[in-house]
């Protein structure tokens, strides 16, 4: 805080600063920790579910998962039970309420068909599916398995092993001969010696240290090692990258249709090469719901036996009868009681909204189903946040990260979800369709001329499609289609 200090110095007001403690009143919203746990439930996928419903069952010792257990909970106090006072009586009908909703989580489940264990068949399947499963082959592994047919000798190939084990995910070097020879004693030409034949193997430009490096290595093995492209390659590629063809055409006494064929042979090579061995563990998905055609119809189906079965804890409603049970260990099961069936209603609402959600997807996109991608209709989230009664919100965090199981695949909920467009007929189609069309015409075109984005947002007015051209342009991006001069053969 600044305060205004007199000085008779210079007849002047200055202004000395100083810490002090102030209130001030003001409203802010703060999400209770209850409603934040009904939002993380409604948002985290499957998989992730699963993980949070078994923590609170860690948590909270009156919760319980049984599998074999379907009969209901007991609710009414035993004979005997103590005489109670108002408050503790008002306790006692809230217990009552939350052991009743115990047994509706658990009909919930037997009505999803959660309830029963896998049959003898499932787990059968299931077991055979976890044994068939392989784990994909890593670039060190595939490069040393390739130095058995190489010429190398014995102690060469301990030097090679050693170099195949600093090539990094992307296939590269990721250490320089001068750090291996200082660390190894070797000398920097018999590292280099051997390198060359570690570059040899499979993929081609593997064990590159740069990438004009490996893209000279490929370019080599398709027998252009002194042709334009690695000219270009070895200077210029920085122009290349930000399509300075007129300038490399110039320093390369060389023609801008020149320039432009380099270019495309280039643009075919791997500047990972090593993209395409081990990597990261491949990502499974479990799909929150799944439509299957009946009859005419779609039928929707939550995905309920993945989730573990939930329920109060007989031990803890057996405390909460016994007349000796001190008052405190009451109220801390009843706290944990009513945390619990929070829990369990936070659940069922997810699993509704999601049900709900898909019902309006499958709705919408009918066409979609019956004839595939290029039917997909137009669909934002409002839309079916208007159906439901729900906010924006709400649909965005119920179809993040979930995933739909489909007669025509599998496929993330928010694919569903894209603007569009309406025909000159009224008919309406999603952006989606727009790019397979633009895919269309432009592997139809005559490579020998090119279509621009003017010509084709011309040929997409033809099929009575209004699209404007900086809309062609974007799609073109997206879909990596290199612009018309860059197409030309």
């Not at 590269?172 to 193997?201: C, F, I």
Request: hydrophobic share 40%.
């Amino acid at each position: 805080m600044l305060v205004p200090v007199y000085s008779r110095a210079s007849g002047a007001h200055l202004y000395d600063q100083y810490l002090a403690q102030t209130q001030q009143q003001r409203l802010q919203q703060v999400l209770a920790p209850q409603m934040r746990q009904s939002l993380e439930f409604l948002q985290v996928p499957m998989l992730e579910l699963r993980a949070l419903i078994r923590k609170e069952i860690e948590q909270n010792p009156t919760l319980e998962e049984k599998v074999d257990d379907h009969t209901p909970l007991e609710v009414e106090p035993g004979d005997g039970a103590p005489a109670v006072d108002a408050a503790e009586a008002a306790s006692e009908e809230e217990y009552r309420k939350l052991a009743a909703l115990d047994a509706s989580w658990r009909e919930y489940f037997q009505v999803a068909g959660a309830s029963r264990g896998p049959s003898a068949e499932e787990e059968e399947r299931r077991q055979h599916f976890l044994e068939s499963l392989t784990r994909e082959e890593s670039l060190q592994e595939h490069l040393i398995r390739q130095l058995d047919l190489t010429e190398l000798r014995e102690s060469e190939r301990h030097v090679a092993v050693m170099l195949i084990g600093s090539i990094n995910d992307d296939g590269y070097l990721n250490v320089t001969l001068g750090e291996l020879a200082e660390t190894t004693g070797l000398t920097v030409d018999s590292l280099e010696r051997v390198l060359r034949a570690v570059q040899d193997l499979e993929p081609p430009g593997v064990a590159a240290r740069d990438l004009p490096e490996c893209l000279r290595i490929q370019l080599a093995r398709a027998g252009r090692a002194d042709g334009l492209e690695a000219r270009i390659v070895e200077h210029h590629l920085a122009d290349l990258a930000a399509m300075k063809h007129g300038e490399i055409a110039k320093a390369l006494r060389v023609s801008v249709s020149d320039v432009h064929q380099a270019a495309r042979l280039i643009g075919t090579l791997e500047p990972r090469p090593g993209r395409a061995f081990g990597g990261d563990a491949p990502a499974y998905v479990v799909p929150d719901v799944t439509v299957a055609k009946s009859g005419d119809d779609y039928s929707v189906t939550l995905n309920n036996e993945r989730l573990p079965r939930v329920r109060i804890s007989r031990h803890y409603r057996q405390l909460m009868e016994d007349p000796s049970t001190p008052k405190e260990t009451r109220d801390y099961i009843r706290d944990k009681i009513r945390a619990g069936a929070f829990m369990m209603r936070s659940i069922h609402q997810r699993q509704e909204t999601i049900a709900n959600i898909a019902r309006e997807i499958v709705r919408v996109q009918r066409d979609f189903l019956d004839h595939g991608v290029s039917h997909l209709r137009p669909l934002v989230m409002a839309e079916i946040a208007g159906i439901l009664g729900v906010h924006e919100t709400t649909v965005s965090r119920a179809v993040a990260g979930k995933y739909m199981q489909t007669p025509r695949g599998l496929f993330e909920m928010k694919f569903f979800f894209t603007p569009g467009y309406q025909t000159a007929d009224g008919q309406s189609l999603s952006n989606k369709a727009i790019k397979d069309a633009i895919e269309e015409i432009v592997a139809g075109e005559d490579v020998a001329k090119p279509l621009s984005d003017d010509a084709i947002a011309k040929r997409l007015g033809e099929r009575g499609i209004k699209v404007a051209r900086r809309t062609i342009a974007k799609y073109r991006e997206e879909l990596k289609i290199p612009p018309s001069h860059l197409r030309k053969g």
